[in-house]
């Protein structure tokens, strides 16, 4: 896609010139420019705090994100943050040399929250849910500690189908992470620009740029988890139907009130048939008309 070094940001050096690889960053990016441009995560002028955990996800985030402020595409300013939250076992210098190598504004921050999940959560449980929070908080701090009107998130495609079927089989509700949000205080976005964007290209991605990926099973809670009972339930039914997650995401996109339960989202009591059979009846053209069924 670039063949010069000068023409690129330092995170794209040494990438590699296969085809493959470019229709994979093409694919990439076209997604999450779909994505910014389809929820309006946009503010130019403004800055957002790009979260970088070390993952595979963040990684790719931070890559597409700078490609896509190259192109002139992304009229924001961007500086990435790293949250060490003195999990045993994190290797705190990758990520500071890692964004200073590569030129990236950054900024880390370290706060032992995982000595309080510790304290917290009873033993036997997993940590996840109260991590999160403490971490959510945390990075809406330094958001506005630097003047940030966004936090940046590297969930992809899975991880919200993942949420979906999460809170189906075990929150009772139809819900899931969404591509932009405002928080509880009603000062920050939450954006999600790798909405559209597969794990497996993320995985590739990082993998073929040699990213130092940090695992994410640095707290030795993650055997058993809700969510990795859910990712094999997916993962079955993709091999048997190939194709069968990007399917079942759309249809997150396209959602029909009329033919669901809810009776907050559809008004079914004002209901009215448009005619009787022998016409005798008259038509009010304010009521609610009934859904074509299919």
């Given amino acids: 896609m670039y063949e010069e070094a000068d023409d690129i940001h330092p995170l794209f050096y040494g990438a590699p010139s296969t085809t493959e690889f470019k229709k994979l960053r093409k694919r990439i990016v076209r997604a999450t420019r779909e994505a910014i441009e389809q929820y309006g995560?946009?503010?130019?002028?403004?800055?957002?705090?790009?979260?970088?955990?070390?993952?595979?996800?963040?990684y790719t985030m931070l890559a597409v994100l700078h490609e896509l402020k190259w192109r002139g595409l992304l009229p924001v300013e961007i500086l990435a943050c790293n949250l060490d939250q003195g999990q045993p076992g994190f290797p705190a210098t990758v990520l500071p040399e890692f964004l200073e190598k590569m030129q990236v504004p950054h900024r880390i921050e370290y706060e032992d929250t995982y000595s309080i999940v510790?304290?917290?959560?009873?033993?036997?449980?997993?940590?996840?849910?109260?991590?999160?929070?403490?971490?959510?908080?945390?990075?809406?701090?330094?958001?506005?500690?630097?003047?940030?009107?966004?936090?940046?998130?590297?969930?992809?495609?899975?991880?919200?189908?993942?949420t979906f079927f999460m809170n189906l089989f075990h929150g009772g509700r139809?819900?899931?992470?969404p591509p932009k949000l405002v928080n509880e205080e009603g000062d920050l976005f939450v954006y999600r620009p790798l909405a559209h964007v597969a794990e497996a290209d993320c995985e590739k991605f990082s993998a073929a740029m040699k990213y130092p990926v940090i695992p994410c099973d640095l707290c030795g809670s993650q055997d058993g988890l809700q969510r990795q009972q859910v990712k094999q339930i997916l993962d079955g039914w993709e091999k048997n139907s190939p194709g069968r997650r990007q399917v079942m995401f759309r249809s997150l996109m396209n959602t029909r009130p009329s033919h669901l339960l809810d009776p907050g989202l559809f008004d079914f009591k004002g209901l009215i048939r448009s005619s009787a059979k022998d016409g005798s009846e008259e038509v009010d053209e304010n009521a609610t008309q009934i859904p074509v069924l299919r």
Avoid at 46 to 58: E, F, I
């Fill in 118 to 162: 510790k304290d917290k959560v009873p033993a036997g449980r997993t940590y996840c849910a109260l991590c999160s929070r403490l971490r959510r908080g945390n990075l809406y701090r330094i958001a506005r500690e630097e003047g940030c009107s966004a936090v940046v998130l590297g969930h992809h495609r899975d991880d919200i189908l993942e």
């Fill in 174 to 177: 139809l819900a899931t992470m």
């Fill in 41 to 58: 995560m946009i503010e130019p002028g403004t800055r957002w705090l790009v979260c970088l955990s070390g993952g595979k996800d963040s």
